[in-house]
């Protein structure tokens, strides 16, 4: 198995490139896995793309996304309920570990923190059950907190284990995603205490300044501040043995060609990361 057998590529990587390329340049390539993203998928036809991951070998290490619980009243939370429940399914058909949960920030015109932290508890409680019964982990991915008012109001590895540590283990787990959590003073401590409810780990890096704002302006994989040969040793360390997934959302890639960013991040990955 060559060092490229632990490294997943998520499509959103370079996203405008055909999943059905993608998915055959990545298996090309030796890798072991798949990010995926709903949108896209359903494009494409989910059974087609579950067939196009199963005959390519290749593992579903997340699909993105579930989430965005807060909302400014019942009917709206309800339909999110229902969005999550399809979600669930659509990752159970694609056979992906873990269905990555973007919580969402405060709703529009509210400054009530603690409620929106509310919905999004009560949220993952009603959907845990259903995950479990299709096999499927419910990823809580924990926001830098520049994130807080407008996609997550959990902000910490801290909160999000607190908040997973409800729930069963197999049900509810914890995104370890480098961008969000790198700058916690906490981050080794947390990640030993996650243990088996690392639910997936993903990386990019930090550029300073953030080039096109705090969405769009993450860095390839080693040009930027975070010590990901580090982290991810420390992410091992606690009993992680999942794939590590590059996720990198960044106008500048997505001008590029697809496989000249698979091959530039497979290069960066080998050089900073293993």
């Not at 009993?239 to 990198?248: F, K, S």
């Amino acid at each position: 198995m060559s060092d490229l057998s632990r490294l997943s590529f998520n499509s959103q990587t370079a996203k405008n490139w055909p999943l059905p390329e993608l998915i055959e340049a990545a298996a090309r390539s030796g890798l072991g896995g798949v990010g995926l993203w709903r949108e896209p998928v359903q494009r494409t036809g989910i059974e087609r793309v579950a067939h196009l991951v199963r005959a390519a070998g290749l593992e579903v290490t997340s699909l993105c996304r579930g989430g965005f619980f807060t909302a400014p009243d019942a009917v709206a939370r309800r339909d999110r309920i229902d969005d999550n429940r399809r979600a669930i399914e659509e990752a159970a058909l694609l056979g992906a570990q873990t269905l990555v949960l973007v919580c969402g920030g405060l709703p529009p015109g509210s400054r009530d923190l603690a409620g929106a932290r509310g919905m999004v508890a009560d949220a993952i409680a009603e959907l845990a059950p259903f995950a479990g019964e299709h096999g499927v982990v419910l990823a809580i991915e924990p926001m830098h907190p520049m994130y807080c008012s407008d996609r997550g109001v959990i902000s910490s590895l801290r909160q999000a284990r607190l908040l997973a540590e409800r729930f069963p283990a197999g049900q509810v787990g914890v995104l370890v995603d480098a961008y969000h959590v790198w700058w916690d003073p906490e981050l080794a401590a947390e990640l030993a205490l996650l243990g088996p409810r690392i639910a997936g780990f993903q990386i990019c890096d930090w550029v300073t300044p953030l080039p096109t704002g705090v969405l769009t302006g993450r860095g390839m994989v080693g040009e930027g501040a975070i010590d990901l040969r580090a982290l991810r040793r420390e992410v091992e360390r606690s009993g992680y043995r999942g794939l590590t997934e590059v996720e990198i959302f960044s106008t500048r890639l997505w001008e590029r060609p697809g496989p000249e960013v698979l091959a530039e991040a497979c290069r960066q990955y080998l050089a900073h990361v293993v």
